[in-house]
């Protein structure tokens, strides 16, 4: 048991490590935030803290303790992160993408959001013959013209109708 204990206080480490330096470049790289996240429901995060406030008085050593601690504040990361466009590049699920890597984008409106939908190979996975990639990031309608002109200032002839397979 106490192996297990260790290498889930490993991996919450690495997860905490990750998600706090994805966090430090989203709010360097962003300027323009947009909605947060949804891959996780409110209720499974206010499980989790509840679950992580609950174990927290029956611990058995101080590792759990510190496993405990780490666990919250990889949930509070999770919550920091959002997806946008800054100057430099775009900001989605936790992967920064420079504009000279995009091939193409479009957006579309819809009732209560504004989606933006952009093509794009990666760098680390050109060279194995992969992708190209999608990212859809969701704005609020509000900020749609901002969003269109910045991308118009930074990508002036990437915007293509993109078909209903790419997107």
């Given at each position: 048991?106490?192996?297990?204990?260790?290498?889930?206080?490993?991996?919450?480490?690495?997860?905490?490590?990750?998600?706090?330096?994805?966090?430090?470049?989203m709010?360097?790289?962003?300027?323009?935030?947009?909605?947060?996240?949804?891959?996780?429901?409110?209720?499974?995060?206010?499980?989790?803290?509840?679950?992580?406030?609950?174990?927290?008085?029956?611990?058995v050593?101080?590792l759990?303790?510190?496993?405990?601690?780490?666990?919250?504040?990889?949930?509070?990361?999770?919550?920091?992160?959002?997806?946008?466009?800054?100057?430099?590049?775009?900001?989605?699920?936790?992967?920064?993408?420079?504009?000279?890597?995009?091939?193409?984008?479009?957006?579309?409106?819809?009732?209560?959001?504004?989606?933006?939908?952009?093509?794009?190979?990666?760098?680390?996975?050109?060279?194995?013959?992969?992708?190209?990639?999608?990212?859809?990031?969701?704005f609020?309608?509000?900020?749609?013209?901002?969003v269109?002109?910045?991308?118009?200032?930074?990508?002036?002839?990437?915007?293509k109708?993109?078909?209903?397979?790419n997107?």
């Amino acid at each position: 048991m106490d192996i297990l204990n260790d290498v889930l206080l490993i991996i919450f480490i690495a997860i905490f490590v990750f998600l706090a330096y994805q966090v430090i470049i989203m709010y360097k790289t962003v300027t323009m935030y947009a909605m947060p996240i949804k891959k996780w429901k409110i209720a499974i995060v206010v499980f989790l803290i509840i679950f992580d406030i609950f174990s927290f008085f029956i611990y058995v050593d101080i590792l759990d303790l510190v496993r405990i601690i780490i666990s919250t504040l990889v949930v509070f990361l999770f919550l920091l992160l959002r997806d946008g466009i800054g100057d430099d590049a775009i900001f989605g699920t936790a992967t920064r993408i420079y504009y000279r890597d995009i091939l193409a984008y479009d957006f579309k409106r819809s009732d209560k959001s504004f989606n933006v939908y952009f093509l794009y190979n990666d760098q680390k996975d050109a060279s194995k013959g992969k992708g190209p990639y999608n990212l859809c990031i969701e704005f609020d309608l509000s900020k749609e013209k901002d969003v269109i002109c910045t991308l118009q200032n930074k990508l002036p002839k990437k915007y293509k109708r993109l078909k209903k397979d790419n997107i």
